[in-house]
């Protein structure tokens, strides 16, 4: 079974603090989705992580994709009212060859609150 | 354009009822898919279609009908629906690339919120 393990689950902070969501598993992945819900809304992609090691920025936030692309982490500078939302990482599940049952494992979310 | 739509945005339907929703995209996708999503919950997966075939259920209840009419829509059709379906569904499409690295990002549409009296 592949399981991803999402910390913190809730996470409430004041605007312009900095924070670090994290994404675990014993599993390797070939890849790493981090995606961000606002209430009644679907999730909107953030970034796809491919290689280990590998990070990337936008614009506040940072991703990183563990060596062993078994981990990922997403770290917010000075985070805003605007960043309030589910945090989700979510990643392929290794099926059959070519894909054909293709499948993403979710971790189970981070609820950001960010306070004005 | 990295869009999926989804109507309606909302539906309140009672148990008797038939309603369908209807999800669109136009990216070439040939993988779209169907979630359930409780509140402050992940999506669950319920069924995928690939290259207009249903290719996965993941034992969803008959009460629940998928249809994929061509590559760009996919319909999921309701009937004798029960309070506990009440959720947000969601849809979702991916490119289905082939190849054994499954590097094949979602996207997902913005959702029907669907109530169930």
């Known amino acids: 079974t592949q399981l991803l393990e999402q910390s913190p689950q809730f996470l409430s902070i004041q605007e312009g603090e900095n924070l670090t969501v994290y994404c675990n598993s014993s599993?390797?992945?070939?890849?790493l989705q981090w995606y961000r819900q606002e209430p009644g809304e679907g999730p909107v992609l953030l970034v796809t992580?491919?290689?280990?090691?590998e990070v990337k920025k936008l614009k506040r936030l940072t991703f990183q994709f563990g060596d062993a692309r078994k981990d990922s982490s997403l770290h917010i500078t000075a985070a805003q009212p605007g960043d309030t939302g589910l945090y989700l990482c979510?990643?392929?599940?290794?099926?059959?060859?070519?894909?054909?049952?293709?499948?993403?494992?979710f971790g189970k979310g981070t609820l950001l609150t960010v306070n004005p | 354009d990295t869009e999926v739509t989804q109507t309606p945005k909302h539906l309140v339907m009672g148990m008797t009822n038939k309603k369908s929703l209807k999800c669109e995209q136009h990216m070439g996708h040939r993988a779209m898919y169907w979630y359930k999503q409780k509140a402050k919950k992940p999506p669950e997966l319920m069924f995928v279609y690939s290259y207009e075939k249903l290719s996965i259920n993941e034992s969803v209840p008959s009460r629940f009908s998928p249809e994929c009419p061509n590559s760009s829509l996919l319909n999921l059709h309701l009937h004798a629906l029960q309070p506990e379906d009440s959720a947000l569904y969601l849809c979702?499409?991916?490119?289905?690339?082939?190849?054994?690295?499954?590097?094949?990002?979602?996207?997902f549409g913005p959702g029907t919120r669907l109530t169930v009296l």
């Open positions: 599993s390797v992945f070939s890849s």
């Open positions: 992580v491919v290689t280990g090691g």
């Open positions: 979702a499409s991916s490119l289905r690339t082939s190849g054994r690295d499954n590097f094949d990002t979602q996207y």
């Open positions: 979510a990643a392929p599940r290794m099926g059959n060859s070519g894909g054909s049952n293709y499948k993403l494992t």
